[in-house]
């Protein structure tokens, strides 16, 4: 008599990142093809106020009920300041809505898979003649990211565990500088692999030039 194997299914975790901007859900939108997320959800939201995006992202997340969210952004983006974000963080710790952001431009990120800054970096202008230099056409935009960026986060990836620490070592000259830290996308990266797993990227094939 033949055996019937358990159903050991169970249901995952499901994660929801909410963007203020299209190019940012278009690269996350890339990450969650690449690295074959099936229960991670990128969502732009459009929203040019901190407040517009955190009411948003807390919508979003009740009306289809996820797990956990995350309300990403560069400061540049809401015209966010350091003592409105501490609020929001505290409003909704333990919530499991989160804050994952860049100051003062998620273009931070894309720079630190390059290198680390020594000081702390308030312009966001400054990150555009390294990208161009380091990514052939880059123009950090959804129309970018629809042409000639479409692998964008494929050609990023190979560095991407050299970025999360660039990160951490640079939020600590933040710290410093300011008195907080430059950017979350470390505690939002170890939530993705928490909760979506390990990236599989055996489908996948280009690297960074």
Known sequence: MATRKRNNTQTKTTLLLVTATEAEALYFSQ??????????????????????LITFTVKEKNRQRYDEAYALFGFDEVGATREEVRQYEEKFAGKRIHLCYFEPSFKLWLYLHLGKPQSFIADPAAF????????EGFNWSGEYLLTDGINLHMKLFPRHSVADQNARDYNRIAIQATGEKATTMPELNKAITEICGQADMSHNTKVFK
């Open 31 to 52: 990450m969650r093809k690449d690295c074959r997320y099936g229960n991670l959800t990128v969502v732009n939201s459009g929203a040019t106020s901190l407040k517009a």
């Open 128 to 135: 555009d003649a390294p990208l161009a230099k380091a990514i």
